[in-house]
């Protein structure tokens, strides 16, 4: 008894602690702001109305409207005419990018039987855009190459690495055979890329109901979850290498643009894919014979699940045309009063695969709504101080290519100008989820306690906050949460439209939006529709509201702050915690690789094995060296110092009421902004040097995923020592300058305070 009483006066003397901290802290987050930044906010919010996003949504998911579509354009232009009608200065900016489109597709199974797959995803009565079948694009993977192969087949669960491992422990080989996985754990794109290293001439994908349809409710129309005909559409380039139009890589796309010839382009698969629907992967899985599969590979089909190969064998024809299509970017801007060099850049991409009324229109319209309110206060003449860019992406579905070719076309204009990028794509029903550069941090904390949840009346934060202390694993995680005066943001990987501003220019940026209680299972099939959307997605389109202030008060503070809200010592603490994981990896794989070289050495699995199967014991590994880490963990200690001397300094500022001249304000800011800029080095990533930011990057094995000082982390991953001891070289002497740079932050506020 009296040591629960305890506990509970210290969490509550902790709790009071931290509510002094916080309204001290958030006194002087306010006091940066221009003092009529609530007053805005209040007028901004008063411009939003549900009803307007209701009406841009039906309108603009009511056909197929995928790059070099007839509604794409149509889109394009109302897009145009809205940020016209609110007062932006606003034009179409178009790109000529490779954009193949299926001209044939065939897959059979010539044995033990014969089944022919239908391809196709049959038009609902209740979902009234799903019987413009002639203007949707067929279901299949852009950048598959065309190829027509025969061959045995097997399943490969997931087709990511660890599963070929599984593979070649049963003795089973895909050389010259045909793969079938499922979607899920990875990107796509990277099925296709694992099975050609292992020598397989050709890669089907399918959507497997235990991941994605009836094993998670009631299918489409019933309920909102896959049913059997839907197919997931997209894109297999290996966009990890590169992203955007594949025949122009580090060059805009514009009309007098040279392209690759598409023997030349190396991102395309190296073996034919095409994606398929569990109602055509039921038979080919249904007839493979070989052992049965390990646990974690089943599925929810109403079969035992064999690995093959064989007896099903498999003819797959894929063949595209390889047209160069346009892609028509919507780009509206606002002048900045103050400072028109300093540009705060907004977007969300507006192409869907098919109807897409959730991916992307639900964050387009969003987004537009903030576009509209904006105008609306600039027409009761408040003037941003700086300039805001609004930008209506295309072509993001193939391959971020509308946002990479304008960042490529406009990079050392957007080097110079760029503050941040801020992204948003599908957004629902459910909890705020931001990723961003972790300087940014703060800056969403606080924005995030000023926007009211729809359905629950508290802050956005605050359920979000108690989602994650009620999700979190461990009595120890939850008291980190609860402890913590910020959420912590998430790093970006890929998937949308940041990628080329943050790993290719090095532009801080952040990605934003809602969702977890909206049901899914449309993901790039013809039932992402508005019916779909109004019945699972947001209903009352509430949701979309709660994005349009989020990203509303992001752009506002940041185009009108005094100085730059950019807080180091978030980033400093993040990085800490990637060396511990960094080092806490290396330890790791040191003892299981000297383990399993002793079960080898000792016969263990030979042993175990049962003599009934095939049971092969693993490849054993050279050992794990010991790294030296000490340059990047000096490198760590000196940004923890600059980073602390610069937030000191900034509050002594504030609180001597002390102002900076606007020439000492213009220099401040513009090294705050650009102190992303110094996280990148000219070489890039090792083997991709496209990517050229040194602490966030997409997996080259997982695509999506994010890898944190990826040129370290992969190459340890791939144990290549000496690589990773070079490149904890490369991070160390990068963040070196970018504590360089909070230095000269520092120095500018020294100068006067003295
Ligand atoms: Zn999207």
Redesign the pocket.
Known sequence: MKIVFRLRIDHYVVSFLMMIFLSFNSRLVFSQQNSSQKEIEKKFDSFLNPADLKARLEKLSAHPHHVGSPYDKENAEYILSLYKSWGWDAHIETFYALFPTPKTRVLEMVSPEKYTAILKEPPLKEDKTSFQTDEQLPTYNAYSIDGDVTGELVYVNYGVPSDYDELARRGIDVKGKIVIARYGASWRGIKPKVAAEHGAVGCILYSDPKDDGFYAGDVYPKGSWRNEYGVQRGSVADMPVYSGDPSTPFVGATKDAKHLAVKDITILTKIPVLPISYHDALPLLQSLNGPVVPDSWKGALPITYHIGPGPAKVHLKVQSDWDIKPVNDVIAMMKGSVYPDQWVIRGN?HDGWVNGAE??LSGQVAMLEEAKAIGGLYKNGWRPKRTIVYCSWDG??PGLIGSTEWVETHADELKQKAVVYINS??NGRGFLFAGASHTLQSFINDAAKDITDPEKGISVWERLRAKRILDAPTPEAKKEIETNKELKVSALGSG?DYTPFLQHLGIASMNIGYGGENEGGVYHSVYDSFDHYMRFGDPTLEYGIALAKTGGRLVLRMADANILPFNFDDFANTILAYLAQVKKLTNDMRETTNALNYELKNNLFEEAADPTKISLPPKSEAPVPYLNFAPLENAIDNLQHSADAYQKIKNELLESGKKLSPGQLADLNKIIFRTERTLTTKEGLPGRPWYVHEIYAPGLYTGYGVKTLPGIRESIEQRNWDEATRQIIVVANTLNNFSGEINKATEIIKAVLK
Do not use: V, Y
């Open positions: 991409h991916d992307p993001e579905e794509d599908s949308s």
